[in-house]
């Protein structure tokens, strides 16, 4: 296939995209490349791509496409939290809009990548895809919204698809750090505590991002009478886990550390389990290789390997919503999350 996607810088999408050309597919991304300065190892950098706010995108940057894989977006609960009209811009109405400009040119696939965090705060009962929303940031609530508009765009010409990730973990060349496992690891390596900032009792299903990968690439293979106008939890059953074992497999995995719980942690009010049992049942070449502890110690592993400090993870360099707001001190970025235009410093002879 002939595949756009959007985000292919961020964190999931730059172990995608070579995942995709792996599986033979043609592919161009699309990003506006926030976090640029913030890269953790080598991209695949011959992919072409169009420089560009996925609130700008017009009908011909979509035509001759055979599928649109839309991750771009305000990635995280602290950046929807900076300025929650700018991520129902961004990540709803910007994502509604994709979505219409695709049908309008026949992209005939449109896979959103949405989250299990529009189940929110639904507790410990296993829930699957038939379950309530209950989204408790505008993060979520922006995915459910997403969903919710674009399942009504479908039709016989146009067949969107919504795969709810678990929390996303694992090493990328733009990576996260405030992802739990990620995140957990490095506290752990760079001070010997495995930092809880809550009191570690919700439930949070986990996966790996080379799996969410796979799960994308299984639904471009499919039948589309399979995955038409679909919901999927992506993860696996048994990767569901309450934040402390988390912590205790971190605690296992980096030698010497011990576990710490921030000042005054207390429950997270998110907290869900979800069955991933459907994305299998109807996709059995989707084959997940991942869980957390081999996650864990990948990333201890490259941790290691380029000696991460604690001013890095926690610092402007790869924590978004820091990064963020330092490119808006600087004036290199606009209150709506837009790049300003720098002018050239003028030389002698240009002023002349």
């Given at each position: 296939?002939?595949?756009?996607?959007?985000?292919?810088?961020?964190?999931?999408?730059?172990?995608?995209?070579?995942?995709?050309?792996?599986?033979?597919?043609?592919?161009?991304?699309?990003?506006?490349?926030?976090?640029?300065?913030?890269?953790?190892?080598?991209?695949?950098?011959?992919?072409?791509?169009?420089?560009?706010?996925?609130?700008?995108?017009?009908?011909?940057?979509?035509?001759?496409?055979?599928?649109?894989?839309?991750?771009?977006?305000?990635?995280n609960d602290p950046l929807g939290d900076l300025n929650p009209r700018l991520t129902y811009e961004i990540n709803y109405w910007a994502s509604l809009n994709l979505a219409r400009l695709a049908k309008t040119v026949g992209v005939e696939r449109f896979v959103f990548s949405s989250s299990c965090s529009n189940y929110g705060a639904s507790g410990e009962n296993i829930i699957d895809e038939e379950a309530e929303f209950k989204p408790v940031t505008p993060y979520g609530r922006s995915k459910v919204l997403v969903e919710r508009t674009v399942s009504g765009l479908a039709d016989s010409v146009f067949s969107p698809t919504f795969l709810r990730n678990a929390t996303?973990?694992?090493?990328?060349?733009?990576?996260?750090?405030?992802?739990?496992?990620?995140?957990?690891?490095?506290?752990?390596?760079?001070?010997?505590?495995?930092?809880?900032?809550?009191?570690?009792?919700?439930?949070?299903?986990?996966?790996?991002?080379?799996?969410?990968?796979?799960?994308?690439?299984?639904?471009?293979?499919?039948?589309?009478?399979?995955?038409?106008?679909?919901?999927?939890?992506?993860?696996?059953?048994?990767?569901n886990y309450q934040i402390r074992e988390l912590a205790e497999i971190v605690k296992e995995t980096v030698p010497g550390s011990r576990i710490d719980f921030a000042e005054g942690a207390g429950p997270d009010k998110r907290c869900y389990r979800v069955d991933c049992s459907k994305l299998r049942r109807t996709l059995p070449e989707f084959e997940p290789v991942w869980n957390a502890r081999l996650g864990a110690e990948q990333l201890f592993e490259a941790y290691k390997q380029i000696g991460l400090r604690l001013e890095d993870f926690e610092g402007p360099r790869f924590k978004r919503i820091d990064h963020i707001k330092e490119l808006i001190a600087n004036k290199e970025l606009g209150p709506d999350l837009r790049w300003n235009e720098i002018e050239e410093p003028k030389t002698a002879a240009s002023a002349e």
């Open positions: 296939m002939r595949i756009l996607v959007t985000g292919h810088r961020g964190y999931i999408g730059a172990v995608l995209v070579p995942m995709l050309l792996k599986a033979g597919h043609e592919v161009t991304g699309l990003d506006s490349e926030l976090y640029e300065r913030c890269d953790f190892g080598n991209f695949q950098s011959d992919v072409p791509f169009i420089r560009k706010d996925v609130r700008d995108v017009e009908a011909y940057d979509l035509e001759g496409y055979d599928a649109v894989l839309h991750l771009a977006g305000l990635s996303a973990y694992g090493l990328s060349p733009r990576l996260r750090f405030d992802l739990v496992l990620n995140n957990l690891v490095a506290w752990a390596f760079t001070t010997g505590e495995v930092h809880l900032k809550s009191d570690g009792t919700p439930w949070r299903p986990i996966v790996h991002i080379e799996d969410i990968s796979r799960a994308f690439i299984a639904v471009l293979n499919a039948p589309r009478e399979l995955v038409h106008n679909e919901a999927f939890n992506v993860g696996i059953d048994v990767e």
